[in-house]
């Protein structure tokens, strides 16, 4: 209405039908928009629970570190437990043993017996891992001839008493020399082993480059501790007769390649 003429100006007839159409239009018209602004706008980050796009690239990528170290510590526990294997004369294996359950349950009224058959196949199958290590060693492949390039210091000058015969399971060679004589190492390396074992007593280890090993058995002391850096021809260990499988003073050595024992005079001469 005109407030000084009081003429009509404009009308609105208002109907249920036109309410009901103008209020489900303004509905319809917020949930666009507020779809829009949480979808597309970065106010979406202030409702709770909702993460940011950098948070989330973020949590992508500790996830794939996460598997990532996971899968490199399994791969160090493997590399470990094969030179504790070597260090302990045992098999090198491409897995890690199943650990053994929590749970703990009772069966000492069970009553386990070999069989024939069983025993039988346990001989062939040892019969065969000493075969595959003897071929493995004798083959002429490119992982023994990359080795020969290197000069190895020899760990001590002796009489050689027993030969690298992995057939039988000895995997390096054993030599005598005088009391107290100092053990040094073959090539520049880490120390990954420096401690006890019941058959090998006094034993030392040391990882060198291209994934070489040399071991240094039946010590009467050590004078090298675990991570120690040591250089070629550095004092090491005191020669010995520490450990169950040894019959006088003595050093067995060896060398192990990509897990595989090779034969030490291949490489240098020890008298």
């Known amino acids: 209405m005109n407030a000084d003429t009081f003429e009509e100006k404009v009308s609105l007839q208002l109907s249920r039908l036109n309410v009901f159409i103008v209020l489900g ?14 979808a597309f706008t970065p106010l979406r980050e202030y409702i709770p629970g909702y993460g940011s796009s ?34 302990e004369g045992k098999e090198v294996v491409d897995k890690l043993p199943d650990k053994p359950d929590s ?9 386990f017996t070999k069989s024939q058959d069983d025993s039988l196949l346990r001989v062939e199958m040892q019969q065969q891992d000493r075969n595959n290590i003897a071929v493995s060693d004798n083959s002429t492949g490119s992982s023994i001839t990359s080795i020969s390039s290197f000069f ?34 073959t090539l520049d390396g880490t120390i990954i082993f420096a401690g006890w074992t019941l058959q090998t007593g006094y034993t030392i280890a040391v990882q ?6 040399s071991v240094y058995k039946h010590n009467s002391a050590l004078l090298k501790q675990e991570g120690d850096y040591v250089k070629a021809g550095e004092v090491i260990a005191i020669i010995g007769e520490s450990g169950e499988l040894t019959n006088g003073p003595h ?13 030490p005079r291949d490489y240098m001469v020890f008298q």
């Not at 060198?208 to 090993?213: G, K, Y």
Request: hydrophobic share 40%; no cysteine; charged share 25%.
């Open 25 to 38: 239009a303004l509905s319809i018209l917020l949930i666009v928009i507020t779809t829009y602004i949480i």
């Open 54 to 87: 950098e948070s989330n690239r973020n949590i992508r990528e500790l996830m794939l570190k996460a598997d990532s170290l996971e899968e490199d510590l399994k791969n160090k526990d493997l590399y470990l437990y094969n030179i504790r294997n070597i260090i």
């Open 103 to 111: 749970v703990k349950n009772d069966y000492s009224n069970l009553n």
């Open 208 to 213: 060198h480059q291209d994934n070489l090993i």
């Open 251 to 263: 050093l067995h050595f060896e060398l192990w390649y990509d897990g595989t024992p090779v034969n």
């Open 152 to 185: 190895f210091f020899t760990p001590l000058k002796g009489i050689i008493t027993n030969n690298y015969d992995p057939a039988n399971e000895h995997y390096g060679i054993d030599i005598v020399a005088a009391k107290d004589e100092a053990i040094k190492s």
